[in-house]
Structure formats: structure tokens, C-alpha cells
């Protein structure tokens, strides 16, 4: 009697253990999926990557913060289109060095336009013919990080 109940409980045994770990199996793990580890967001283009994205809001104005990465050997531009709900209100062109290129910290780069801090801005990032479209977060000076970057 003490062998009919054993293969019963340890069927039981399987099937808890499996139950309560096997969606382990399917699930995908997030320490997988890549993401920009600060508030501004990535983008991966074809000669250039542009990392940290931010637009910085002030009273009238605002400020493009990114920095621009050059894996080439010869300069590249990088267009940035931002749109707020239908109307643009920027379209300004970088010149992207071979390296690393911080925009927007040591010299401001200010676009004439009234953007609410946590909302989001449509931009158009666009090089060498790829334009791409995402959703950037607006940041103000609340943070100490970003105070010295309010224009």
C-alpha cells in the first residue's frame, strides 16, 4: 500500500514544481532587453547613434540634449524634427564628428518654443536617409541634473 502512494505523491511533487516554475521557461528575461539607463531615450542610425535624447523645457524655450556617437571616419549630420501634437516647432541640423559629440550641455542648443515638463515631443531623427520617429521625453530644471541645462 505504502508503493501505490508513493508514485502518486511524487507525480504530484512533478507537477507543482513545474506548475509553479515552468512559465520561467517561456517567459522572456528582462535583463535581455537593452534600454537607455537615464531619462532621454537611444537611437541606433545608420552612421550614428544618438544617445541620451532629451529636450530640456524652460519658460519660452527649450534645449536639444543628446550626445551624438560617430563610429565613421568622416563627419556625418543628424537632422532632428521635433513635433508637438501637429505643428513642428524645430528642424535643426548637427554635424557629427568622428567620436563622441555632447549638443545642448556646454553650448546650449535652444529652439524658440513653449514645451510642458513631462510631456513627450514627436522627433524625426534623420542620416543618411533614415529617419526615424520616436516619442522624447521634455525634462525642466526640477532635478539638479538638469537645472544648469534649463535655457
Do not use: H
Amino acid at each position: 500500500m505504502l508503493k501505490t502512494r508513493i508514485a502518486p505523491a511524487l507525480a504530484l511533487a512533478a507537477a507543482v514544481a513545474l506548475g509553479t516554475t515552468g512559465c520561467g521557461f517561456m517567459v522572456p528575461q528582462a535583463t535581455t532587453f537593452e534600454y537607455a539607463p537615464s531619462d532621454g531615450i537611444d537611437i541606433d542610425l545608420p552612421s550614428a547613434n544618438v544617445r541620451n535624447f532629451l529636450v530640456v523645457a524652460g519658460e519660452d524655450s527649450a534645449n536639444i540634449v543628446f550626445t551624438g556617437v560617430n563610429n565613421g571616419d568622416a563627419a556625418t549630420r543628424v537632422t532632428v524634427r521635433l513635433v508637438d501634437g501637429n505643428e513642428q516647432v524645430s528642424d535643426e541640423t548637427f554635424s557629427l564628428e568622428p567620436g563622441s559629440t555632447p549638443f545642448g550641455v556646454e553650448t546650449p542648443e535652444i529652439i524658440e518654443v513653449s514645451l510642458k515638463a513631462g510631456s513627450m515631443v514627436t522627433a524625426f531623427v534623420e542620416n543618411d536617409g533614415t529617419e526615424i520617429e520616436r516619442q522624447v521625453p521634455v525634462v525642466d530644471g526640477t532635478l539638479d541634473e538638469y537645472s544648469s541645462l534649463v535655457p
